[in-house]
């Protein structure tokens, strides 16, 4: 048997990228780069570009890169689009895999370049998608699926069903591609519901036409026959139906009805009905073997048809197939279609009676088969759909060898505690009996020491009170001060807006910004006053992802002082018992107190790592520096250590108090390394979740598990 390519190698994955840039190209107003959008002067290029390329894909690439050339400010948007198309180009045009790769990088600079969250989530999931392809087609599938599933996080947390059916199409591609043919078509099924149904517009239509098809595949290979057959002509009938409704895509429906015959007229081979196979075959020719069609699916239909002629002993008719199209393989290489092709022409031979022309190209087939073999085989031995499950199992398996060892330990204290009490006794035994007197004057000591223990707690609940009494008379002053200082900063917003003399207008301004700073440190105060009796609210939270959002908030606020934000996140999935808003708090004041204390165009580098059974989140700056007589000081309630920002920002010094207090109460620890040549590095740990620490965690702050 010839060596089947998979359909997802064929045209319709082509014009599903196409799709996907159809998709961004029509829903595009003219608006400016502060949207995320494309240009007004990129528009019309991409409108034309689109036009081109259902007829002549080689000069729609040479004009977008002539008319590109052109613009004099493309903006994030513009760049990434040109490069989304290139990839298509490269990759399922000129199957320049390695070409589309770093297309597909630059895809990710671009996304990482991104001026606010909705275009990033966007442009992100896309440029990891397009990687994952690129790295699948290199046979790289575990990279591939990392990709993917990076994609597919993207999407899941900003974008719509649609964009997530991207993901479920590529988990029925891997399937399929392993042979799962039953759960390929479940996920192109899925896909099918994910995001489609209520779209009806090209890129939608064309999606629905494909997956129609694609399940019919796996049914085909999964031997079910029938329901194959249904669903081709499902396909063709949902391709007619729709195809007015698209005139200027007429090129686009044609290839994909191309596809959909040479499909069908596999189960026709299957059945011995040669004639009706014949016909859907040549159907599927003429279309793609046109200009701008895809000439190597065309190629490989030609195989199918030129067996049916083998089979029926057409050697004239064999002869002139094999003719044509060894004129197309000189043009269009295909490594599936070389090799059916050298088996045709040496069993043409076989007929012919030429035995050694015979054996030299059965022989070629055989080279060109074990090699395609041997890629195949790379697939079937990487288990993609079982990454993420091994690395659930791997956090398993660590924790109950965690578990083991501390069980060893508990076994060794329990010995030595067991030995202790044992020589405790002897020796409590040995002086009861040498002297009464001594138990006595042990019973007097114990006496005192009760005594002294409470007086002890008598003090500990004074300063209790005190404290008590002191935060009250803090939120009292507090609350007292916020109304009359608002008030004094709502009427100098106001007289600000009269006409006064410059003079006048500064102190208005002065006024105005201490009434401002003033409301600040009161807001401050109340919140650190009332942290300690606040209750959390705890939930299972995915550490990577909170403190990713919490960097991505900050990135623009970083941007307005020339600054960058590096983010490491885990390189796996880990969620803490937690409260996200308190921590995503600590998070955000660190990273803030980094962008305040650094200088223009610093680096800051926020890391996230495991490290002996705690989450620990790093968050490095380039800055000033802490000196070492304020470092005792920093985490204090109205320290002393407060500065201002390089760039003159205000600071109270007390959200350091508060990111303590937070931690604290989730079982956590916070400190930090501080050089001023290098700047300051912050440390939080906070504790694995399990159901043990979960259940402790929310017995602390007085909550119930969730």
Known sequence: MIPKRPYFASTSTWHLWLCVFLIFSASCKEKTADDGKYSAAFMPVLDSVNKIFDTDPDRAVRYLDSAFNQLNQ????????????HFVYQKKLKHDYNKALLYADSMMLEANKSLNKDQYAAIFAESNFAKGDAYFELKQFNDAYQYYYQGYLTGKQYLNSYALA?????????????GHYRLAANYFKASYKQGLLDRNDFPAFFRKQELLDNIGLSYKHSNQNDSALVYFNKTLQFLDQQKNNFPKKRNLVNMAQGVVYGNKADLYIQSGADVQAIDLLKKSIAINLQKGRDNYDAELTEIKLGQIYLKQNQ???LAVLLTNLRRQLDTVTNADAEAGYARLVGNYYVLKDDAKKAIGYLQRYEVIKDSLVQKSNLLLESDVN?????????????TLSTDNKLKVIYLYVTIFLTIMAVVIIFLVY???????????TVNLLNQQINEQNKVLEGTLNELNNSSQEKDRILRTVAHDLRNPIGGIASLTALMAEDEYSDEQKELIN???????????LINEILEATNIASVKLNLEHVDINSLVNNSVELLRFKAA???QKILFEPLPKQQELYISREKIWRVISNLVSNAIKFSPTGALINVKVFESDMQIIVSVADNGIGIPDKLKDQVFNMFTSAQRPGTAGEKSFGLGLSICRQIIEKHSGKIWFESCPETGTTFFISLPFTSDHTAADLSQKVGVPLS
């Open 430 to 440: 040995r002086n009861w009996t040498r002297s009464k007197k001594d138990v006595k």
């Open 315 to 317: 050697t004239d008719s």
């Open 560 to 562: 307005e002082k020339g």
């Open 74 to 85: 493309p903006n994030i948007s513009d760049r990434f689009r040109v490069y989304g198309l």
């Open 510 to 520: 002065l006024v105005k910004e201490t009434s401002v700073n003033s409301l600040e």
């Open 386 to 398: 079982q990454q993420l499950t091994n690395y659930e199992k791997q956090h398993e398996i660590d």
């Open 166 to 178: 991207d993901y479920t199409y590529r988990m029925g591609m891997i399937m399929y591609k392993k």
